[in-house]
């Protein structure tokens, strides 16, 4: 819908006047309450999504959380909610790439909000596991992701939080071909 003879700053202008306003706090987890899932379910999933050896489509993720949230959302809220959980998935993304801040992150979050983010991880995991193909995951990824789904009664001590951030830091390096 950008006019064709706009000048770059123009079209820049009209990209950011249509891009999602930033997520205000605790506003997924309003949109997502009663629901099946929690934000901190949809976080560990998007990060196992985001990490995947083999791309997933967003069109094959995104109905996942959609269908799980969808009785607690109005007509009105489902484009906010598909926003924020692409914003999420572009946070995930960074996280993976800067350690400290997935371990800042994760190390706020309560041992319920951990179990959360486990839950969703694992479900990910599981859900799209031809997106985990043994042949792409090395002994490291594969008991990284066996402590993840043990830390679903425990969740993680700040130890395990920081080996957890390396882990994913470097299966995102490798995912990057790095």
Not at 1 to 18: P, Y
Not at 44 to 57: C, E, H, N, R, W
Not at 132 to 143: C, G, L, M, N
């Amino acid at each position: 819908d950008v006019d064709q003879d706009a000048t770059l700053e123009e079209w820049v202008e009209e990209a950011e006047a249509d891009a999602p306003k930033p997520e205000r706090k605790g506003e997924l987890a309003r949109l997502v309450k009663g629901s099946a899932i929690t934000a901190d379910w949809i976080d560990g999933f998007l990060m196992s999504v985001t990490l995947a050896p083999k791309m997933i489509a967003p069109n094959r993720w995104l109905p996942e959380i959609l269908g799980s949230a969808v009785a607690s959302l109005t007509p009105d809220s489902i484009q906010r909610f598909a926003d924020l959980i692409l914003m999420r998935a572009n946070v995930c993304v960074d996280h993976a790439s800067v350690p400290a801040e997935f371990a800042t992150a994760m190390s706020g979050r309560s041992k319920m909000a951990m179990r959360d983010w486990v839950a969703g991880f694992s479900y990910a995991c599981g859900h799209f596991r031809a997106s985990w193909p043994a042949k792409s995951t090395a002994p490291d990824d594969r008991a990284m992701m066996q402590r993840v789904s043990d830390a679903i009664s425990t969740g993680f001590s700040a130890a395990e939080v920081q080996t957890l951030s390396q882990w994913i830091a470097a299966r995102h390096a490798r995912n990057m071909g790095a």
